[in-house]
């Protein structure tokens, strides 16, 4: 299926690695010029040599703190001024720590407030003007089924999370007809975030090795496994093409049926 987004210019936050990345490489292969941004130089080489070994659209890699305002401001200002327009935003943002309610304090709230909402915030607010003027403007959300249902020892994504999905809901009618705005769902896809976790698990001592911990994120899949980051990349695309212009508001999982709400 052509999704009709050849051309098209889309910006994807948080892009270097994982559902960030799985997402700019849909888009790329569907012909969309995409701009890629990561804090580290060296992951953010890396992904734009995988992108560019795609043959789609062209790339911009921009090493970029999605935390700090000025930096988002500056990221959208060279995405407008290399590919001429902005037609398509996806946030993405970096994990946040894993741990019960006791033990996170006033500075792990912030910080997870900061990184999750904000920076979805300062980039919608960022490229409004650029979208509105595009026939096909869209603002897809990267969030988690943890804003549906608690994930246990995930309290800070539980919560924070929430908030962007308040965000999507509200601006999907107060930016609409003009541009639309969704999110996607993801449960565990196989991810550097899920190894993290994982990793963070062992060291409390809630498994014994590695394998353990990722039979227990897939136990509650019906699918009986984890994600591959590109199913959920592709559902990114689709949301931001023509194909889904009557998908406005809606928060989409992609979790293999794990959902029971």
């Not at 988690?144 to 020892?153: L, Q, W």
Request: proline share 4%.
């Amino acid at each position: 299926m052509d999704l009709g987004i050849e051309n098209n210019a889309a910006l994807v936050t948080a892009s270097t690695s994982g559902l960030g990345l799985a997402s700019a490489k849909s888009l790329v292969r569907e012909g969309a010029n995409v701009t890629i941004c990561g804090r580290t130089e060296d992951r953010l080489a890396t992904a734009e040599e995988e992108l560019l070994a795609i043959d789609g659209g062209d790339v911009l890699a921009v090493q970029a703190d999605i935390t700090q305002d000025e930096e988002i401001a500056a990221l959208v200002e060279e995405t407008v001024d290399t590919f001429g327009s902005l037609d398509h935003v996806v946030t993405s943002a970096g994990g946040v720590p894993s741990g019960p309610f006791l033990e996170m304090n006033d500075d792990n709230w912030y910080s997870a407030y900061d990184l999750l909402v904000m920076s979805h915030v300062r980039a919608v607010r960022e490229a409004y003007p650029y979208l509105a003027e595009s026939n096909s403007g869209s603002i897809t959300a990267i969030t988690s089924t943890s804003v549906k249902e608690a994930i246990d020892g995930l309290i800070l994504s539980n919560a924070v999370r929430r908030a962007v999905i308040g965000v999507i809901k509200t601006v999907s009618r107060e930016l609409s007809p003009e541009v639309r705005a969704n999110a996607v769902l993801p449960a565990a896809h196989e991810t550097p975030r899920i190894e993290d976790l994982i990793t963070q698990a062992l060291d409390r001592g809630e498994y014994d090795n590695y394998g353990e911990g990722l039979d227990d994120w897939s136990s509650d899949i019906p699918m009986n496994r984890i994600g591959d980051p590109a199913e959920l990349g592709d559902v990114v695309a689709f949301l931001s093409s023509p194909r889904a212009s009557f998908v406005n508001g809606a928060s989409i999982p992609v979790d293999g049926g794990r959902m029971r709400s």
